[in-house]
Nanobody, 130 residues
């Protein structure tokens, strides 16, 4: 049973930082590409970052601002978010490969809600920047 549990969200002032974590279980973490997606109210689901065979890619909106990393021993992936802006307010979701749907198959943006199709998803963690 695949589980992805996000943590670390919260409220922060503009210019501040947060570090999100996603702890995984139920699959071979080392072999899985992982990703972070976000969705603001009334907005599309947007790729924040993901790995493809270990290489990390970032969405254009967060390049140079966010940093993704992983600790395979802890089966955890992280998202360090710096210089946060109002427009970074969103629910942030962790995603992991399904055998038939790798994370990187997702479009960089799509209209349906994050977490409703494709790879395995966590339940999300709210980030509010004010």
């Amino acid at each position: 049973h695949v589980q992805l549990v996000e943590s670390g969200g919260g409220s922060v002032q503009a210019g501040g930082s947060l570090r999100l974590s996603c702890t995984a279980s139920g699959f071979t973490f080392d072999d899985s590409d992982m990703g972070w997606y976000r969705q603001g109210t009334g907005s599309e689901c947007e790729m924040v970052s993901h790995t493809i065979r270990g290489q990390i890619y970032y969405g254009d909106a967060v390049k140079g601002q966010f940093s993704m990393s992983r600790d395979n021993d802890k089966k955890t992936v992280f998202l360090q978010m710096n210089s946060l802006k109002l427009e970074d307010t969103a629910v942030y979701y962790c995603a992991a490969d399904r055998p038939d749907v790798p994370v990187w198959h997702l479009p960089t943006k799509f209209n349906t809600a994050c977490g409703t199709w494709g790879p395995n998803w966590g339940h999300g963690t709210q980030v509010t920047v004010s």
